[in-house]
């Protein structure tokens, strides 16, 4: 599947969306789509590795637990009390497990103590360091407000190269500008999307990596996600067209399915991907 999108040509592959099923999945093609574009040259060879925040998306009963938290990440709080501050970030540096609480350190040096059942209005990040080169596709991954200038969730930046001072310029919405590495802070690779990401993406090319077929992330509504992402071409590459045909077949939940698409859609996707699983079977 990298291979085949490797050799398309730069026009191709600015239109092409790649979905995965997992994160799991998506890091592993893009680190493999990243060496290919280095060994191709539209990649430099000359990186700066930036530090980034990657959400951990924690549910109310999760956020509460003291084992939904790693020495390392990193809390952000949503508005200001008497013990935190919404403009500082604070690092955990001590889990206790008995007592459910968290000692942070705040961006000044500062320690706090946290009791996970309050200051619930509150973000936990996984810190991460992201190796950058010019030619980067990029993009934001967080609305936010740095040096003036509003970030948007989703938008698209690519890497232009970096100054001696260790500044990176970037090239966003037609406008290029310069930006220190922590104006970077909520960014990502955007080479790959897992399906549940791509919802409202649409593509004039759209590949599937649906690997051994058998993954709970692949059914009948997953699969319907995938393939509407496509204006004009799906591709779907598996380890098993057999176990495929059986995934699709498969409602994983019509729960869940009910929030992936209209609910009138839905009978109407029963039949449609049904035939389909038969003719690839």
Not at 42 to 63: A, E, G, V
Not at 115 to 140: I, N, P, W
Not at 142 to 169: A, C, M, S, W
Request: proline share 1%; net charge positive; glycine share 6%.
């Amino acid at each position: 599947m990298v291979n085949d999108y490797l050799a398309q040509d730069n026009k191709t592959q600015a239109q092409t969306l790649i979905l995965a099923g997992t994160n799991k999945e998506k890091s592993a093609l893009t680190k493999q789509i990243r060496q290919g574009l280095i060994e191709q040259g539209k990649l430099s060879q000359k990186s700066q590795l930036i530090n980034i925040l990657k959400p951990k998306d924690l549910d109310k009963f999760s956020l509460t637990q003291a084992s939904s938290y790693e020495i390392g990440d990193v809390i952000k709080f949503g508005h200001n009390t008497a013990r935190f501050s919404k403009d500082l970030y604070y690092r955990v540096d001590v889990i206790d497990s008995i007592n459910k609480t968290l000692t942070l350190r705040d961006s000044l040096g500062n320690q706090q103590n946290l009791e996970l059942d309050l200051y619930k209005d509150r973000t936990v990040f996984q810190a991460q360091t992201l190796e950058l080169r010019r030619g980067e596709e990029m993009k934001f991954t967080r609305n936010h407000y740095q040096d003036g200038q509003k970030q948007i969730n989703g938008q698209q930046f690519t890497v232009l190269g970096f100054n001696p001072n260790g500044q990176i310029e970037i090239k966003s919405k037609g406008k290029t500008q310069t930006v220190n590495p922590d104006a970077l802070l909520y960014s990502d690779y955007r080479y790959v999307d897992t399906v549940h990401s791509s919802q409202g993406k649409t593509a004039n090319y759209c590949i599937y990596a649906a690997g051994s077929g058998k993954s709970l992330t692949v059914g009948k509504e997953s699969f319907y996600v995938a393939a509407s992402r496509a204006k004009h071409e799906f591709k779907v590459y598996t380890a098993s067209t057999n176990a495929l045909g059986l995934s699709v077949e498969k409602s994983r939940g019509q729960e869940n399915a009910l929030t992936l698409i209209a609910k009138q859609q839905f009978n109407q996707l029963n039949q449609q991907l049904s035939a389909y699983a038969k003719s690839i079977t």
